[in-house]
């Protein structure tokens, strides 16, 4: 399966952006699907994870409550929408499709989107 995120961009603290990653190649109601992120200097961390149908998703705790991850099977899309962005946030996010369940680990992902970059502004 092939992956495009899109949506990055420069957001003053507070703000709200909305990445989107669209996928390709695959039955994508197959996959479970998963953000990642990854600050300079820093390794890829866990965003969330979505399950197959949509209905259940979980976050790390550093976002929880700001973050909302959705998909819609029909247009083959996965949603990342983060809203009280902190400079902290600034990353480059990355979208990831596993066949099955999804999960907090890297390592369970076979297939990654490119990645777009998210800065928020102090």
């Known amino acids: 399966v092939q992956l495009q995120a899109s949506g990055g961009g420069l957001v003053q603290a507070g703000g709200s952006l909305r990445l989107s990653c669209a996928a390709s190649?695959?039955?994508?109601?197959?996959?479970?699907m998963g953000w990642f992120r990854q600050a300079p200097g820093k390794e890829r961390e866990f965003v969330g994870a979505i399950m197959l149908s949509g209905r259940t998703t979980y976050y790390a705790d550093s976002v929880k409550g700001r973050f909302t991850i959705s998909r819609d099977n029909a247009k083959n899309t996965v949603y990342l929408q983060m809203n009280s962005l902190k400079p902290e946030d600034t990353a480059v996010y990355y979208c990831?499709?596993?066949?099955?369940?999804?999960?907090?680990?890297?390592?369970?992902?076979?297939?990654w989107g490119q990645g777009t970059q998210v800065t928020v502004s102090s």
């Open positions: 990831a499709a596993v066949p099955g369940y999804s999960g907090s680990s890297s390592r369970l992902y076979d297939y």
């Open positions: 190649g695959r039955i994508f109601s197959n996959y479970g």
